[in-house]
């Protein structure tokens, strides 16, 4: 799909894989709705923890639903804009009590994640 020069998708066509890791308590429903541009959806079950880390790439986040706690910066809510500079770390990151469910863009390049 991201090889044509326009595409249309909407995540609720795409499977949902899970993403564990020994960072993640709990599990995240990642949907991969582009690889280039990296694009995803991202739902967190209630209170999903995630340990501080980095991407490869600037990103975009636009919240859709619910809560999400991100330590240093607060709470973000739907229609809330959040951008993070490549190499930047941050974190821990939790679903509110509601869950959340995210969109996630890579802006140049490849998302990538580094838990430090």
Do not use: C
Not at 89 to 104: C, F, Q, R, S, V
Request: zero cysteines; proline letters at 9%.
């Amino acid at each position: 799909m991201s090889e044509q020069p326009v595409w249309r998708a909407h995540p609720s066509d795409i499977e949902p894989m899970i993403a564990t890791n020994p960072n993640i308590k709990g599990e995240v429903h990642v949907r991969i709705i582009s690889r280039t541009p990296t694009v995803l959806e991202n739902t967190f079950p209630p209170n999903t923890w995630l340990g501080r880390h980095v991407h490869a790439s600037d990103t975009l986040y636009i919240i859709k639903e619910g809560e999400f706690h991100i330590e240093g910066e607060g709470v973000f809510r739907p229609g809330d804009v959040r951008f993070v500079a490549k190499g930047h770390a941050y974190g821990p990151e939790w679903a509110g009590p509601e869950g959340a469910k995210l969109l996630i863009v890579a802006v140049n390049g490849n998302f990538g994640t580094d838990w430090v």
